[in-house]
């Protein structure tokens, strides 16, 4: 059984590094902010599929498409960031984006230990399920915040040497 935990673990992990990769190609095919609110669609898939699951065979596929989302956020947020800040304050704001998984790091820890003796499913449905929060605002978010201008200018600069 633990080799098969082990297993379990490790393609988790090939997922995450899977969403990582792509990251890059998805935000030049669609565009840095439409890329992050499909990563949120896709992370929240996987959350609701968690969430809800019966078999671990649900579980795990809702795994994978949480994996996937957060691989792709992880990359596409800090290049929107720092694509879409002044210079001044890009590292700042890439380093806050740091801070803030931190901190979510440690209200996981909290609400695991909160939950972990309910005599129910949902010792571990609550902490999964409050996952879903961040994705859903993380998606409302972006749809107030402008494409990346770097994206734009690329496109104004192929239209240029098209009429050349």
């Known amino acids: 059984m633990f080799h098969r935990d082990i297993d379990i673990d490790i393609e988790m992990d090939r997922i995450f590094n899977t969403g990582a990769l792509s990251g890059a190609p998805t935000a030049d095919l669609l565009g840095r902010r439409k890329s992050i609110m499909l990563s949120c669609v896709v992370f929240s898939l996987g959350v609701a599929l968690q969430t809800g699951a019966a ?29 879409c800040a002044p210079k001044s304050t890009r590292g700042l704001l890439v380093s806050c984006y740091q801070w ?32 879903l929060a961040w994705g859903v605002i993380l998606f409302f978010g972006m749809l107030w915040l402008p494409e990346v201008s770097t994206l734009a200018f690329a496109a104004l600069t192929a239209e240029y040497t098209l009429t050349l």
């Open 100 to 131: 803030c998984i931190a901190a979510g790091q440690l209200v996981a820890a909290v609400v695991n230990n909160a939950t972990k003796n309910r005599p129910n499913h949902s010792s571990w449905q609550i902490p999964i399920s409050l996952q």
């Open 55 to 83: 078999t671990l065979a649900t579980f795990v596929v809702g795994r994978f498409f949480a994996g996937l989302g957060v691989g792709l956020i992880s990359t596409l947020v800090p290049v929107y960031q720092s694509e």
